[in-house]
């Protein structure tokens, strides 16, 4: 058996509420999540809004202090208390978020934001090799550098950030929603841009998003989180084929097809099992870390 690349272990995040006059009350945004994944694999996460895709990532990168539970990453275990050990995950690891307007800071040349991952690894002294190098995987010419994100459209911008996630040629890029701002033919460049550095790096990526039909087309394996809990965790091909939970038939379920009568069977079977109608006949278990 190959090593995991990234290995989490009950991996759990709670926010408190604080709320003038009113008791603190408690978040489970995400409760004891646990996958492994291997070095270039793609994983899925998918999840209708709110069911902590976000926080999941977020919390690996430690970006939030988990709550509970623990994240290996290359057989090292990272810890969040210590700075030098988030800094040096940080290098190993890119990200992507989802909107290409805030994540880019408009004050900053593109050349500005592609060093900005040198200075957090500590690395200065010349760069122009780094940056031709990232803006060529990202097929972007050089006269980019000198220019400022609002003169790039929303394609670009996303091309401009995942060149920054480039920079420190990550062996895992997270990618938080990376074409859903975007619109489909301009998605359909940024998912080939992302397919065709994979081949070239073999760069592992989380691929989050709430559309099943984009994880089913770009992931090797996927995980379907529903409030704050990973219900389902398999295959692509078998989740999408043979879904175990009710919550993943639900999702399947809200996927168009093109072949009228698999979609009319699809109308047919979302009406019956009454879908959309906000009262679901399965129950999450209880947080385990609720106790916290
Ligand atoms: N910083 C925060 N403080 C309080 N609650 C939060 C915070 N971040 C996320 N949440 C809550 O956690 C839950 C999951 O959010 P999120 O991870 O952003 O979901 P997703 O990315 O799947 O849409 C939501 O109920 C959200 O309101
Ligand atoms: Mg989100």
Known sequence: MTEPLLAVAGLTKHFWTHRPFQRRSVIHALCGASFEMTAGQTLGVVG???????????????????????????????????????????CRVGV???????SLDPRLTVSDILRE?????????????AL??????????????RRF????????????????????????IVLDEPVSSLDVT??????????????????AYIFVSHDLAVVSETCDRVLVMFGGQIVEAGPTGQVVTEPQHPYTRELLAAVPSPDPPAERER??????SAIGSQERTWRLPPCPDSRR
């Open 48 to 90: 209708e809004s709110g069911s902590g895709k976000t926080t999941l990532l977020r919390t690996v990168l430690g970006l939030h202090q988990p709550t509970a539970g623990t994240v290996v990453f290359d057989g090292d275990q990272v810890d969040y208390a210590r700075r030098a050990s988030k800094r040096a995950f940080w």
């Open 96 to 102: 992507v978020f989802q909107d290409p307007f805030s």
């Open 117 to 129: 991952p040198l200075s957090v690894a500590g690395l200065s002294g010349p760069a122009e090799a």
């Open 132 to 145: 031709r190098e990232a803006l060529d995987e990202v097929q972007l010419p050089m006269t980019a550098l």
């Open 149 to 172: 994100p609002h003169e790039f459209s929303g394609g670009q911008r996303q091309r401009i950030a995942i060149a920054r996630a480039l920079m420190l040629k990550p062996e895992l």
């Open 186 to 203: 301009i998605q359909a460049e940024i998912l080939e841009l992302l397919n065709s550095i994979q081949r070239q790096t073999r760069t």
């Open 267 to 272: 109308i047919r079977w979302r009406r019956q």
